[in-house]
């Protein structure tokens, strides 16, 4: 009796060890949302619709909605608006709330060409998305896996020196290619950075890991992967346009974040590992 005791005792230490060597993987709880009661979209004269709106809130969606900011949003003539504004901004755009194909995965932020629109996930859950204005026909951002470098609060364009770009996040150094603050105009206009309203960039610059040199030359450990994928149509109508038909026209599915990150999960979990260790280590 006692040598089985034994036994049991050992294997279960055993067990528990084998356990230990494994990360534990704590889901996050899904952030708490408002869902507006229907998803529908219609046209209007932004101007008019400016003057008898008032709710920030949606006035936030709108501008979102249409890929722009506040600045070029009362310049445009016709915009497509939510006919119920009540819901949280992730209601009106693209991305799916949850990944589970991404549960491993501590951070990771999402380009998506086609729909002009960017997300953040943790442990494969949807925690911060908005508009974008990428590259234009003549300079298209690259596609593919990137992982953010340097940073800084302000800095001027290699471009043109008169241009200052705020909440500058690089990630891909020897192409100069990051996003930043920039004017919106609601359309692919970049040369092939990512442009944001100041607020999505502030926050992405917040919320991102910088790289770890060892010298100069040497990158030790990367920063926060980053996913840039899909075309954009530069002769066709604007795609969020579409909505006013079919809301769900531009919807991006988790099959499809899927296929686009698992080329690249092996690098990003092994890249994530450093981080840990240099981390525990610091």
Not at 153 to 171: A, G, P, V
Not at 188 to 207: F, G, I, N, T, V
Request: include cysteine; hydrophobic fraction near 40%; charged fraction near 25%.
């Amino acid at each position: 009796m006692k040598k089985l005791l034994i036994v049991l005792v050992f294997g279960l230490s055993l067990l528990a060890c084998q356990q230990d060597t494994k990360k534990v993987v704590t889901k996050k709880p899904a952030p708490e949302r408002h869902q507006p009661k229907t998803i529908a979209y219609q046209w209007q004269n932004a101007k008019e619709w400016l003057a008898k709106t008032t709710d920030s809130s949606a006035i936030k969606i709108a501008i979102a909605v249409n890929r722009t900011d506040k600045a070029n949003f009362v310049k445009m003539d016709s915009v497509i608006i939510p006919t119920d504004l009540t819901g949280d901004l992730e209601y009106y755009l693209p991305f799916p709330f949850e990944v589970k194909a991404l549960e491993n995965v501590d951070k990771i932020i999402f380009f998506s060409y086609q729909t002009q629109t960017f997300a953040t996930y943790e442990n494969g859950q949807l925690i911060y998305t908005g508009p974008t204005n990428m590259g234009r026909k003549a300079d298209q951002t690259p596609t593919g896996l990137f992982f953010t470098n340097w940073k800084a609060e302000e800095t001027t364009s290699t471009f043109n020196d008169e241009w200052d770009l705020k909440w500058n996040f690089n990630i891909a150094n020897k192409l100069g290619v990051g996003w930043h603050q920039y004017e919106l105009p609601g359309y692919p206009a970049s040369h092939s950075c990512l442009r944001l309203q100041e607020k999505d960039a502030r926050y992405l610059y917040q919320w991102a890991d910088q790289w770890v040199l060892l010298d100069d030359d040497t990158v030790s450990v990367k920063g926060t992967p980053v996913i840039v994928f899909g075309t954009y149509d530069f002769g066709a109508p604007k795609p969020w346009s579409q909505l006013v038909a079919n809301p769900k026209a531009l919807a991006i599915s988790e099959e499809e974040i899927t296929t686009q990150a698992d080329p690249f999960l092996k690098t990003i979990l092994a890249e994530q590992q450093k981080r840990v260790k240099y981390q525990g280590e610091k």
